[in-house]
């Protein structure tokens, strides 16, 4: 069982040598355990997060421990009477190709039906990064039809379900993404009416401006996963009762500075800035995944998918990941 364990803690920007790939012998299976055979593992931003010692939201990941992760995969082997082989479950396997786990343990394997929703969408569109979009948009932007909703990395797992379902609640849906490539993908093939590439704009006046041409009408929601230059510019078009789901601030994960130049206009424009953690809201995600499921089931919902191969190939993926080599949902096959 190949693995990768977090070998070192960063300061600022991560590199390879903060991860190490080990090799270990697979204990044969107590009762109630399974044996899952890993498919795809899920590279995510909050990972950054896990590598610091420091107190945060989440436990800080162990040194020498097999990184955290999100995985889809196949059950293999199984002395507990839920699961049996061939079964297609999601769960937190880790950076590595098998988990053995026991599976009594509450919400550790969830089984996943595979009939009309590709196995890797658990990792994405119909999983964490999907609930996370449809959580801050319905939750705390609730935005009515006719309304403008922005989305700061928006051609990413969670950017691209922000606006979509705002498309589908009858929203104009505006995002910044980093390339002209990413911003035409938003436009052309997710449904946002436009998007802005931020790296065209050297300055928050010139952000600024952008975003008056592309939301006529202002800004009523803004579901931000960036921070820094795009808040501030965000904050300057924001309509009176403006909604911020506070969901991400990736510019600053590496310990950057992102500090906001104006927050007098939360008072000004009198808007609510509400932050969220996806898994302390796990009472919702059924009928988050509900609809996640149904639209991308129907082929309503789009997502695009970047992925390494092997596990070998995690480590420089998620460094990535951190600085927007990705092109949508960052996986990693692993059979
Ligand atoms: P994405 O698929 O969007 O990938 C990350 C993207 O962020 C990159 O592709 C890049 O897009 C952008 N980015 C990376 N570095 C920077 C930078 N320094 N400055 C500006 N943009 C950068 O990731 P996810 O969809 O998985 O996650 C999006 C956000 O949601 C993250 O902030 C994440 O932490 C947050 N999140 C929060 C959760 C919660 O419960 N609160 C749960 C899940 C995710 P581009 O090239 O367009 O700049």
Redesign the pocket.
Known sequence: NRQIVLASRPTGEPTVDNFKLVEAALAPLAEGEVLVRNHYLSL???MR?RMNEGKSYAQPQPLGEVMIGGTVGEVVESRNAHFKPGDAVVGMGGWQEYLRVNADQRGVLQKVDTTHIPLSAYLGAVG??GV??W??LTQIINPKAGETVVV?????????AVGQLAKARGCRAVG????PD?CAYVVNELGFDACID??QHPDVKSLSKALKEACPDGIDGYFE????M?LDAVMLRANAFARVA?????????G?PIPMSAPQLILVNRMRVE??????HMELWPQALKELGMLVATGKLKYRETVADGIAAAPQAFLG??????????LVKLV
């Open positions: 995510d931003p909050y997060g964490m990064p996370t979009g959580y801050g700061s990395a928006a051609s990413g797992a969670v950017g691209g910044l993404a980093g390339g990413k931020y790296k996963n960036v921070g820094g795009i506070m969901c991400g601030m990736i510019s600053g994960y590496n950057e932050g969220f953690i996806v898994s302390e990941l951190l600085k927007g080599k990705n092109f949508g949902k960052q």
